[in-house]
């Protein structure tokens, strides 16, 4: 490691990460277990999914702006699990979590704009019976599915680092000198 590679990430690094993860755990806690439960006659149903669409779509700027940072501004070095392979399944962790959140934002535009969703907030148009008459709507409930499992791999790696490994990982991520 030279001297020019730091030891943590910048602070937009860190802001953004933790936001992000803040977001995306509401975000799929709203959308695998409370918007299933709320009658599609409900008010509070529409409320829920125009909320669903602003939160996703600022996720999709972060990650944008993250994907932006990593390649303009310097970070660690990648993390050592002490094993090759468990290296490279750390980077393609990563990469997968990016993947598919990308996946979750291009499919929740797609069905932002076939299920009409400005009309169904503006009160336009109904509500849509079942969103899964919408393709993009596969994508967008497997492509969850996917970065939930993917989730709990890149915690448990970080779990793994800093309290069996006791390498200190975590302090990459989170703000100080």
């Known amino acids: 490691m030279s001297e020019s590679t730091p030891k943590r990430y910048h602070p937009a690094h860190v802001a953004i990460h933790w936001l992000m993860a803040l977001l995306v755990f509401m975000m799929l806690g709203i959308g695998k277990f409370v918007m299933p439960g709320i009658s599609p006659e409900d008010p509070q149903k529409v409320m829920m999914l125009q909320s669903h669409t602003y939160i996703g779509g600022s996720i999709a700027i972060l990650l944008l702006i993250r994907i932006v940072l990593l390649f303009t501004m310097k970070r660690p070095a990648p993390a050592d699990a002490g094993n090759a392979f468990l290296n490279l399944v750390g980077k393609a962790v990563h990469g997968l979590l990016y993947l598919f959140l990308l996946g979750m934002a ?31 709507r596969m994508g967008h409930g497997l492509s969850s599915w996917l970065l939930l499992a993917l989730i709990a791999l890149h915690v448990g790696a970080a779990l793994y680092h800093q309290f069996l490994k006791k390498d200190n990982l975590l302090a990459r991520m989170w703000f100080g000198k």
Do not use: C, I, W
């Not at 499919?107 to 899964?132: H, I, R, T």
């Open 106 to 136: 291009l499919s929740g535009l797609g069905l932002f704009q076939m299920a009409d969703l400005p009309g169904v907030f503006s009160a336009e148009k109904p509500y849509p019976a079942n969103f899964f008459d919408y393709l993009p």
